[in-house]
């Protein structure tokens, strides 16, 4: 072989060596970060498509959670307040007598505490017993006044009979009120 055979031998070598380094130092890099960029894109995408979707599942939550709020506050408005259940109490023989009733006697029993599903709910029940004197519409009027109300009265117990000696009807009845007191979170 010719020295300039050689020469050209080794030139070419040498170049393509050159173009591989070059090659391995400005093209292989970049294509590195295409690739990178590329993956990075479609981990953006997927975050976004993820972040859409539980978005969205959020907002069904809020809206629940709206409609739950809601139900409590209408449920919460047949409760009686504590001081409004005392007051509706006490009031009771002033309702009868604004529907001539007479109140024989009536009876208080103690308060009684429901269990709750949770211990942030406290649920109270007022119990009252009372037997009273009146014709009939009179005693109908007075069980509509007592019921005529948002809170809710019920009425666990009512026995009528016809009182002989006066011809008066004679109604016992047993009365229950609640009262709902429920711990505020923040």
């Avoid at 070059?22 to 890099?29: A, E, L």
């Avoid at 498509?49 to 449920?75: G, H, P």
């Avoid at 307040?81 to 029993?109: G, H, P, S, V, Y």
Wanted: glycine residues 2%.
């Amino acid at each position: 072989m010719k020295i300039s055979e050689k020469r050209n031998t080794t030139v070419a070598a040498i170049l393509i060596i050159m173009t591989i380094a070059v090659y391995n130092w400005f093209v292989t890099p970049h294509a590195k970060y295409l690739m990178a960029e590329e993956q990075y894109q479609q981990t953006m995408d997927s975050v976004d498509t993820k972040c859409k979707i539980l978005t969205s599942r959020v907002n069904v939550l809020n809206k629940k959670l709206e409609n739950l709020n809601k139900q409590y506050e209408q449920k919460k408005l047949t409760f009686f307040e504590n001081q409004q259940a005392k007051d509706f109490l006490a009031t009771i023989q002033t309702i009868a007598e604004k529907n001539q009733c007479t109140i024989e006697n009536i009876r208080f029993m103690p308060v009684n505490e429901i269990a709750a599903s949770t211990s942030d709910l406290k649920i109270n029940k007022y119990q009252s017993s009372l037997k009273i004197f009146g014709g009939y519409t009179n005693i109908v009027k007075f069980l509509n006044s007592i019921q005529n109300r948002p809170q809710t009265v019920q009425f666990d117990s009512i026995d009528i009979e016809i009182n002989s000696e006066t011809g008066y009807l004679e109604c016992s009845l047993t009365l229950s009120i609640y009262t709902l007191k429920a711990k505020e979170r923040i």
